[in-house]
């Protein structure tokens, strides 16, 4: 597994988000400047590290669940019930702390659900996860029985807006957790079970591997990592909103799980290109904010981007460039 | 009894029981009156989710159709209420747009080889982008046209309305059935989720029918933006966001597998319905708030998924195993 660092860093992800940060700066010349101001770093840059933060986290759960080959889309429903858990429950005068783990073990629960839905009842992940997201969003306007529970306790807000060494605490939570789960992926077997379950489920289990356990775990893991998002958004907007919290975000999640090069038929994925992925989507949002173009433009944008991508992606865009190249089959294995 | 009706069979069970308990409650349901309304309320609902049977049964998904009812609404809008075209020929160009850009996404998912799932979302973000970027806000529509189409209804007994839109449905839903099980296409769609790879084998011309399906699933959402546009007599950008999840939930609930190859457009009828029921049930009591919608559409979807594994489980021992790879 050694391989050149220059070579690394020349993947197709990382010279699209500096591409993406290059045009912001041209369009926004400022768009680098950080300063320093109450003991953190203040700038369009730092901006997009907080902004994406919610997305990356995500985006980290997100990818252990397209590497096996499924889908989630009850993240931003269970964003919404773990914000709204944290929130009701600081406003009740628990402590911050019982608070933010009552919410994660939510979080955990609802992502156990899932998994128990598609490993144990097998049930195709988009309409299992399709239950969560239709109800969640229910069930969190149940616990804040319809308002948005807003609340001061300096704790839970610092989790959104605080900073740990000058750098926004969302963009920290992120980074540590993509580097958690990275290691505990690549360091051990589960990363390869992972994606030896996303290329074919029945194969898999007939060479040992506990599938169901293994399905379990990652859509725990995505659930727990949704928790810890909607943890994050609520305390920065010091409240939980049931209604929007986190609305539509599993998309933007799917979404930076596919710019970052895992594939949506399973078997390959990278956590830190999928965060890659979350950051790209950002700069881009943010570069249209900063350089005065109407923020309607950001789908169209976004739709492009996609678009851009699959061409890339797809298996005859790789044909010019091959001698004797076989043969795209319906079926892609890659 | 068929087997494969089985599924349908239990939806429309189900339905009845749970009509018949929501009148034990509450006389006034069953009057043509509600009816009525149930085919008028859920009409733009209604034809979106026969489009996304036919999507789902071949094995695909469309994410895009709200963001196409809300396009075509802000469409027909400008084009009546700006620039002064009659209804019917803006109604005629927004099924055409709609046709392009299904034949574009279905075109796509062929040649390219792209999941549907992530190229309908790109179509989603590019008919909702393209419809803000026309315009932020609520055009009205009015033009005489669409009071004639309002006006539009058969009276029954004890003040019932059989509106326009809600008949429109009704006629999308046999058409779609005709479709589905009596035309080569229908066949063609079912070979195609049932397995692509035998289905090519055995002659399907399967680029030119994925391309018609996805026509079909656009045009279609056009026709609901269209009922849309005349329910509300507006156009608005964000209009229907999130009716790609009822249509699902319409589907799935009617008894097709989203695995593809199995399904039934009528079921999806009594889907649409079973949504309708919730939605007036909780209307008639009261004093449930509207989150509970959301609660009992997600218990209900959960409880048909697991049925509807049981039924397959019970019926073709198997056959149609529960392995997907």
């Given amino acids: 597994m050694k391989r050149l660092r220059l070579e690394r860093l020349a993947n ?94 939510v979080g955990l629960l609802c992502g156990l659900w899932n998994g128990f839905l598609v490993a144990v009842l097998d049930i195709q992940p988009i309409v299992a996860t399709l239950v969560l997201m239709v109800a969640g969003r229910g069930i969190a306007q149940l616990i804040t029985e319809g308002s948005i529970v807003t609340f001061n306790d300096p704790a839970l807000i610092f989790i959104g807006t605080g900073s740990f060494l000058g750098f926004p605490m969302a963009a920290v939570i992120a980074v540590v957790l993509m580097a958690a789960v ?12 992972v994606q030896a379950i996303g290329v074919n489920r029945a194969a898999a289990s007939l060479a040992g591997i506990r599938s169901r356990m293994l399905l379990m775990l990652v859509y725990s893991l995505s659930g727990f990592c949704a928790a810890i998002a909607g943890v994050v958004v609520a305390a920065d907007i010091r409240g939980a909103d049931a209604n929007n919290s986190g609305l539509w975000l599993e998309l933007d999640a799917i979404l930076a799980v596919v710019i970052g090069g895992t594939s949506l038929l399973g078997g390959k994925f990278s956590i830190p290109m999928a965060v890659v992925g979350a950051l790209i989507i950002q700069a881009m949002n943010t570069g249209i904010l900063v350089s005065g173009f109407p923020p309607e433009f950001n789908l169209v944008v976004k739709a492009g981007m996609i678009i851009l991508i699959l061409l890339i992606q797809s298996p005859y865009a790789a044909l010019p460039f091959q001698r004797r190249a076989p043969l795209p089959s319906k079926a892609v294995s890659k | 009894m068929k087997r494969s009706l089985r599924p349908l069979a239990a939806t429309a069970v189900i339905f009845v029981i749970a009509y018949a308990m929501s009148v034990l409650q509450f006389p006034n349901m069953l009057s043509t009156r509600v009816l009525g309304n149930f085919l008028t309320d859920n009409a733009f609902l209604g034809i979106t989710a026969v489009g996304m049977t036919f999507v789902i049964i071949s094995g695909g998904i469309d994410l895009s159709v709200g963001a196409v009812i809300g396009f075509t609404g802000v469409l027909i809008a400008v084009l009546v209420s700006w620039l002064g075209f009659h209804p019917l020929v803006a109604f005629v160009i927004a099924l055409g747009v709609a046709g392009l850009f299904g034949a574009a996404m279905g075109f796509t998912i062929h040649y390219l080889q792209v999941p549907p799932f992530i190229v309908t979302l790109a179509g989603m973000f590019l008919a909702r982008g393209g419809a803000s970027i026309i315009t932020q806000d609520s055009v009205p529509i009015r033009h005489e046209f669409y009071d004639t189409l309002g006006d539009l209804m058969i009276r029954l007994p004890e003040g019932g309305r059989l509106s326009f839109i809600g008949l429109l449905m009704i006629a999308v839903f046999l058409g779609g059935a005709l479709l589905a099980h009596r035309t080569k296409f229908g066949s063609y769609v079912y070979a195609l989720g049932g397995n692509p790879v035998s289905a090519s084998l055995m002659g399907v011309p399967v680029a030119q029918t994925t391309v018609q399906i996805y026509m079909l699933s656009s045009m279609l959402a056009a026709l609901a933006g269209i009922v849309f546009s005349l329910y509300t007599s507006a156009g608005y950008p964000l209009a229907a966001v999130g009716v790609e999840l009822d249509a699902i939930s319409a589907v799935v609930i009617g008894g097709t597998l989203l695995t593809g190859g199995y399904g039934f457009v009528l079921g999806t009828f009594v889907g649409v319905m079973l949504l309708g029921l919730v939605q007036t049930y909780i209307i008639f009591d009261g004093t449930l708030s509207s989150w509970w919608t959301k609660i009992v559409i997600g218990v209900l979807l959960f409880l048909f998924i697991v049925l509807q594994r049981i039924i397959f489980a019970a019926s073709t021992p198997g056959e149609k195993s529960p392995e997907k790879a």
């Avoid at chain 1, 300063?35 to 933060?53: K, P, Y």
């Avoid at chain 1, 709204?84 to 702390?97: N, R």
């Fill in chain 1, 12 to 105: 197709p992800q990382l010279i699209a988000l500096v591409s993406v940060l290059l045009l912001n700066w041209l369009l926004f010349p400022n768009f680098f400047n950080v300063t320093w101001q109450d003991g953190r770093f203040f700038g369009s840059f730092i901006d997009v590290l907080n902004r994406g933060a919610p997305v990356a986290i995500l985006a980290v759960g997100m990818t252990g669940v397209i590497a096996t080959k499924g889908v989630d889309l009850s993240v931003g429903a269970i964003m919404a019930v773990c914000g709204a858990v944290a929130a009701t429950m600081v406003v009740s005068g628990y402590p911050a702390p019982l608070a933010v783990a009552a919410a994660l073990s």
């Fill in chain 1, 182 to 193: 990275t290691l505990l992926v690549r360091r051990t077997a589960i990363g390869l079970f």
